[in-house]
């Protein structure tokens, strides 16, 4: 079992920055990939990043690819999504989320998933 716990979410005004972090206990999680999705009020959860702990392959959603990055610290068995250029539309409760699947953007490639972590971002 791999648990998952999201910290770093806030309020914060458009343009602003705010660091996410997710912290991995239980088993490693070298052979999984790591990802951040969000869930908007009314809408479904959708992909955001992911990075690979086996290197150091990520991918992002488009809508936030230059303004977000993901990253990881192995020895922390932590994973952060630093989250740049704020906008309110990414207001959004953010999940990580932790699996062996390679369909990135594909919520059923994750089998580990955290409690989620509230962001609003105002004008």
């Known amino acids: 079992q791999v648990q998952l716990v999201e910290s770093g979410g806030g309020l914060v005004q458009a343009g602003g920055s705010l660091r996410l972090s997710c912290a991995a206990s239980g088993r490693t999680l070298s052979t999984y990939g790591t990802g951040w999705f969000r869930q908007a009020p009314g809408k479904e959860r959708e992909f955001v990043a992911r990075i690979m702990w086996s290197d150091d392959r990520t991918y992002y959603a488009d809508s936030v690819k230059g303004r977000f990055t993901i990253s990881r610290d192995n020895a922390k068995n932590t994973v952060y999504l630093q989250m740049n250029s704020l906008k309110p539309e990414d207001t959004a409760v953010y999940y990580c989320?932790?699996?062996?699947?390679?369909?990135?953007?594909?919520?059923?490639?994750?089998?580990?998933w955290g409690q989620g972590t509230q962001v609003t971002v105002s004008l």
């Open positions: 989320a932790a699996g062996p699947g390679w369909k990135i953007a594909v919520l059923s490639s994750y089998d580990y």
